[in-house]
């Protein structure tokens, strides 16, 4: 289940840096893509707090 949920986070991170490295050519929608883009890194980032949760197994 971990490591699903780590494709999933990986994906969404990747989408978001390219967000926000495409923002700049869409014409009038720069600041929207951008934002987008650090929206979907903050989300790739929770995704791993929330459900993964802390481990014990120190």
Same mark, same amino acid.
Request: proline share 2%; hydrophobic share 70%; charged share 5%.
């Given at each position: &289940?971990?490591?699903?949920? =780590?494709?999933?986070?990986?994906? +969404? =991170? +990747?989408?978001?840096?390219?967000? &926000? ?7 009038? =929608? ?18 791993? &707090?929330?459900f993964l949760g802390r481990s014990d197994?120190?």
């Amino acid at each position: &289940m971990s490591a699903v949920l =780590f494709i999933i986070a990986m994906a +969404v =991170f +990747v989408f978001g840096m390219w967000l &926000m490295g495409n923002a700049t050519h869409i014409v009038g =929608f720069e600041a929207i893509v951008f934002f987008a883009g650090i929206v979907c890194i903050a989300i790739s980032m929770a995704i791993p &707090m929330s459900f993964l949760g802390r481990s014990d197994r120190a």
